[in-house]
């Protein structure tokens, strides 16, 4: 695989190369990514992959009309090929008055920020294997276990570059690795299956194999035997895993492409109180580590930890530089960007900050609701709000998680839910997105 200096030196050719070639303006973004993975069934070896690409796109801009060319074929006859294609395409583009790249004078310069994103590790395929074994045996032996859907241990590296007509050029290398398990609990149509995984960008900080089949053992037997919940208006309480979901839904909702086009449900709500007061929800692309740091944008604009939401209150949309100019703004560091197409927006290390009051506070005046622990199916209009999802978790009795229930579905609209959460005290940064868990009050249930 190149270095970070290689693959920048690659995306910084071929944009000289499509400046020679009598373009206006030109970026390109060159990817390399290698990846291994183990998968085990029953203590015996079930799968091995290995997966390697180098992949180079080109933005071509020829006045206000554009194209965007991708390839893996990166011979210099190719490229020239490359080259030539977008061109010719860019000319017969329609004119799109917002596109460009970045303001020049808002890109980054000098050394981008050390964020510990690559720990220069090499695992053998036979440390993989072992992985998945030890933590697929970790959940089988968990008292209640009956089969297994699998365990499984992966290990990656990536290299990502991106080179402008207009003075920017950096490059920055990530490592990856994942462990996971899959069981399946009970006999029969009592069955139920759950599942353990974390993720680390260092291999040192990845939890051990036994930990992670050990949960997805204890998950699985926690919900043999689910009933059901009549249905009613009920505090309706989420676990991180399935809560981090509420602030996807709120990423969508403040993306510059859904307020340019009036498709957000929160279209109005910039410096409005949309959670409530003590609610502090930030973006940190620095963080040392993160599963989510860079330390620029798919534009290469500089990137820096604020708050999406402070004491309830929106402060910013997520903005590239072509929603920001539709909307008359600044572009706010946000942007995301493949080998094709424009950019888009996309979040970094996304969370709630948690709040005061511990899980069991939080859940101690509950005399009937449910604890969630799995969603399912896509109810959700970004439009209107309005949320409907499928799911599983355990009820919960006079401030007590009791028993496990299924097949239930809760609703409400994602405006009411967001004014009425509470977070408690116990946020954990094992995700790209995390939360504490997260109360809110006066959801739809309706039982199976």
Do not use: C
Not at 43 to 71: C, H, M, P, Y
Not at 168 to 186: D, E, K, N, R
Not at 316 to 323: P, R
Not at 330 to 346: K, L, Q, Y
């Amino acid at each position: 695989m190149l270095t970070p200096t290689q693959a920048q030196e690659r995306a910084a050719d071929i944009v000289a190369r499509a400046r020679k070639a009598g373009v206006d303006a030109a970026d390109a973004v060159f990817a390399a990514d290698a990846s291994s993975e183990i998968s085990v069934r029953l203590g015996k070896l079930e799968d091995v992959g290995r997966s390697e690409s180098e992949d180079l796109g080109l933005r071509v801009f020829i006045g206000q009309r554009s194209a965007s060319v991708s390839t893996s074929d990166l011979s210099s006859d190719a490229l020239d090929a490359l080259v030539e294609r977008a061109v010719a395409m860019a000319r017969e583009a329609p004119e799109d008055k917002w596109a460009g790249l970045a303001p020049e004078d808002r890109l980054m310069h000098g050394a981008p920020p050390l964020l510990d994103l690559d720990d220069g590790a090499e695992v053998s395929p036979t440390e993989l294997r072992e992985a998945a074994l030890a933590a697929e045996e970790a959940a089988r032996a968990v008292p209640g276990v009956t089969n297994s859907e699998g365990g499984g241990a992966s290990a990656a590296r990536s290299v990502w570059a991106l080179a402008t007509s207009h003075g920017f050029s950096g490059a920055y290398a990530t490592t990856g690795y994942g462990l996971s398990a899959s069981v399946i609990a009970g006999e029969g149509s009592g069955m139920q299956r759950d599942y353990g995984f974390h993720s680390a960008r260092h291999r040192s900080r990845l939890d051990s194999p036994e930990a992670v089949g050990t949960l997805a053992g204890e998950r699985a037997v926690a919900r043999l035997s689910p009933g059901r919940v009549e249905s009613a208006a009920l505090p309706v309480v989420f676990d991180p895993r399935v809560g981090a979901g509420l602030l996807g839904h709120l990423t969508g909702a403040i993306s510059g492409q859904a307020i340019t086009r009036r498709t957000s449900f929160l279209l109005e709500s910039l410096g409005s109180a949309v959670f409530a007061p003590g609610i502090t929800i930030s973006d940190d692309p620095h963080r040392p580590h993160g599963l989510r740091s860079r330390p620029f944008d798919g534009e290469g604009l500089p990137v820096s930890p604020h708050a999406i939401v402070e004491d309830g209150v929106l402060q910013t949309w997520l903005l590239d530089s072509a929603s920001a100019r539709q909307l008359g703004m600044s572009p706010t560091g946000h942007a995301a960007r493949g080998v094709g197409g424009a950019p888009g927006v996309t979040t970094s290390n996304f969370y709630m900050h948690p709040g005061l009051i511990p899980v069991e506070t939080l859940i101690g005046d509950i005399t009937r609701g449910v604890y969630v622990t799995e969603l399912i199916g896509q109810g959700v209009n970004g439009v209107t709000g309005d949320y409907s999802r499928g799911a599983a978790g355990f009820l919960i009795e006079n401030g007590e998680i009791t028993r496990p229930i299924a097949e239930f579905t809760i609703a409400g609209n994602l405006k009411e839910m967001f004014a009425n959460l509470t977070p408690a005290n116990d946020l954990a940064f094992r995700y790209g997105t995390n939360v504490p868990t997260m109360r809110i009050d006066g959801m739809t249930v309706a039982g199976g």
